[in-house]
C-alpha cells in the first residue's frame, strides 16, 4: 500500500518535532510504501491528477522522483504549513478532484478550503472568549474598551506570527492596527485576553473525532505572552482535563462530518482559541514526554 505525504520542502522538515515526519514513520512501520511531494508537484494529465514524488527511503533521505497518478495512493495526507495563500488553494481544488477519482485524502480538502483556522472556532461561540472580527480601527477600538488587554492576529498567521497584545488604544497600537489591516483593507481578529495563558495554551488532538488523553500544554517564557513553541513556549505535556475533553467531543462530532479526522484545538483556560486541521503539530512532543503516541491511534482508525 502506498501513501503520499504533500508537505513544505522534504529537507527542511524536523526530525525530532515534525508531526509529519512522525506519521510517515508509522506507515513504514506498519510495511507501508510511503512518498513525498510539494503542491507545485501536483498536476493534471488526461483528466487525472498525478504527482512527481519521491519515495521515502527514510526520514532523512528520498528517493527517485517519479509520475504517479493520486489514485494509486490508498491515502494522501495534505500536510503543508501555512499560509493559505493562492498556490494552496490551487493545491486543494487538485486535491478535491483527486478525491472525486478514488484517493482518501486527509484532511478533506473541501473542508480546509471552507474553514479558516482562526474563524473556525466562531462556529462554536459557547467555548470562545470575546472576539471581534473587522478591518474598521474604529470599531476594533471601540472592542478594545471593554477588556483591560486585547490580542489582535491576522487571519493567516502561524506561530505565534502576527499576534500582538494591546493593553491601550495609544499610538504604537494605532501604528499596529494599521499595519495588521493595511490601513484598513484586510480583516482581523481581536479577542479579549486571557491571563491564563501564563498557565498554558493547551494544545488538543482530535483524532477520529476524540480527543487524545494526553495534552501539551505550551507554556509562555521570559515573561513573552505568546505560548507557541515557535515562539519560544516550553511544551510541557498534561492529562487532559474534563473541560477539555467536552469542547473536544463536541467538536470532534463537527469534525468528523466534514471529513477532517486529525485536528489540534487551542484552549486557554476553559476558552477554545483557534481549531488547526491544515498542518496540525504537537504530536512527537506528546509522545516524547509521555511514551503515548497519538499518530499510532491515528493510523489505528483509518
Not at 22 to 42: K, R, S
Not at 140 to 162: A, H, L, Q, R, Y
Not at 216 to 235: C, E, T, V, Y
Not at 242 to 256: N, T
Amino acid at each position: 500500500m502506498k501513501s503520499l505525504f504533500i508537505t513544505d520542502t522534504f529537507s527542511n522538515l524536523n526530525v525530532k518535532k515534525d508531526t509529519s515526519i512522525l506519521m510517515i514513520e508509522e506507515v513504514m512501520n506498519l510495511g507501508n510504501n510511503a512518498y513525498q511531494c510539494e503542491i507545485n508537484d501536483l498536476f493534471i494529465k488526461k483528466g487525472l491528477v498525478y504527482s512527481t514524488a519521491s519515495e521515502i527511503i527514510s526520514t532523512n533521505k528520498l528517493g527517485k522522483k517519479s509520475e504517479i497518478a493520486l489514485s494509486k495512493f490508498q491515502y494522501a495526507f495534505m500536510r503543508k504549513d501555512p499560509p493559505v495563500d493562492e498556490n494552496f488553494i490551487n493545491a486543494l481544488h487538485l486535491l478535491s478532484l483527486a478525491e472525486n477519482q478514488g484517493t482518501k485524502v486527509f484532511n478533506n480538502p473541501n473542508s480546509i478550503k471552507q474553514f479558516n483556522e482562526k474563524i473556525f472556532a466562531l462556529y462554536f461561540k459557547e467555548f470562545i472568549p470575546n472576539t471581534f472580527v473587522s478591518s474598521n480601527i474604529s470599531k476594533i477600538k471601540d472592542f478594545m474598551t471593554n477588556n483591560s488587554s486585547t490580542i489582535v492576529k491576522p487571519f493567516d498567521g502561524m506561530g505565534g506570527s502576527s499576534i500582538y497584545k494591546l493593553d491601550d488604544a495609544n499610538q504604537d497600537s494605532l501604528k499596529i492596527l494599521e499595519k495588521l489591516t493595511s490601513n484598513e483593507k484586510t480583516l482581523i481578529i481581536a479577542q479579549e485576553f486571557l491571563d491564563e495563558i501564563y498557565e498554558g495554551d493547551v494544545r488538543v488532538l482530535i483524532i477520529n473525532g476524540k480527543p487524545f488523553q494526553k495534552t501539551l500544554a505550551r507554556i509562555p517564557q521570559d515573561g513573552n505572552f505568546k505560548g507557541n513553541l515557535a515562539a519560544g513556549g516550553k511544551g510541557v505535556v498534561r492529562d487532559i482535563t474534563k473541560d477539555q475533553q467536552y469542547i473536544a467531543l463536541e467538536i470532534g462530532k463537527y469534525l468528523m462530518k466534514k471529513g477532517i479526522n486529525f485536528a489540534g484545538i487551542d484552549v486557554i483556560g476553559d476558552r477554545l482559541t483557534e481549531i488547526n486541521i491544515t498542518s496540525p503539530t504537537c504530536a512527537r512532543e506528546i509522545l516524547d514526554q509521555s511514551g503515548e503516541n497519538p499518530v499510532k491511534e491515528y493510523f489505528k482508525g483509518l
